[in-house]
């Protein structure tokens, strides 16, 4: 059975930075491509980062990339966040997903939520300003 636990939110001030982790178990963890997205309430899920079996080919939307970095240890199955200059508009539920790279593709794009199957419970992120 395939898990995802999001642990490293928090509430910080803005300016800030936090790491959020994303552990996996129940399976074999370099076989799949990890993606973040965060949800804040009463706004659709929002692609943040997305990232490769193997590490590479990370991508982020213009609005987080020079702020945020994704980055996964296939030898501890362990998917991270880097969240630098955190802002006000950050604040919402912040999740991982997985998606097996042998899998078909749903949708087309790492991008879309809806090439994921595996999501994890999600960890909260709140900034003061």
């Known amino acids: 059975q395939v898990q995802l636990v999001e642990s490293g939110g928090g509430l910080v001030q803005a300016g800030d930075s936090l790491r959020l982790s994303c552990a996996a178990s129940?399976?074999?963890?370099?076989?799949?491509?990890m993606g973040w997205f965060r949800q804040a309430p009463g706004k659709e899920r929002e692609f943040l980062s997305a990232?490769?079996?193997?590490?590479?080919?990370?991508y982020y939307p213009d609005s987080v990339k020079v702020r945020f970095t994704i980055s996964r240890d296939n030898a501890k199955n362990t998917l991270y966040l880097q969240m630098n200059s955190l802002k006000p508009e950050d604040p919402a539920v912040y999740y991982c997903?997985?998606?097996?790279?042998?899998?078909?593709?749903?949708?087309?794009?790492?991008?879309?939520?809806?090439?994921?199957?595996?999501w994890g419970q999600g960890t909260q992120v709140t900034v003061s300003s």
């Open positions: 129940g399976l074999t963890f370099s076989n799949y491509d």
């Open positions: 997903a997985a998606k097996l790279v042998a899998a078909p593709r749903r949708v087309g794009t790492l991008q879309n939520p809806y090439e994921y199957p595996y």
């Open positions: 990232i490769n079996w193997s590490g590479g080919n990370p």
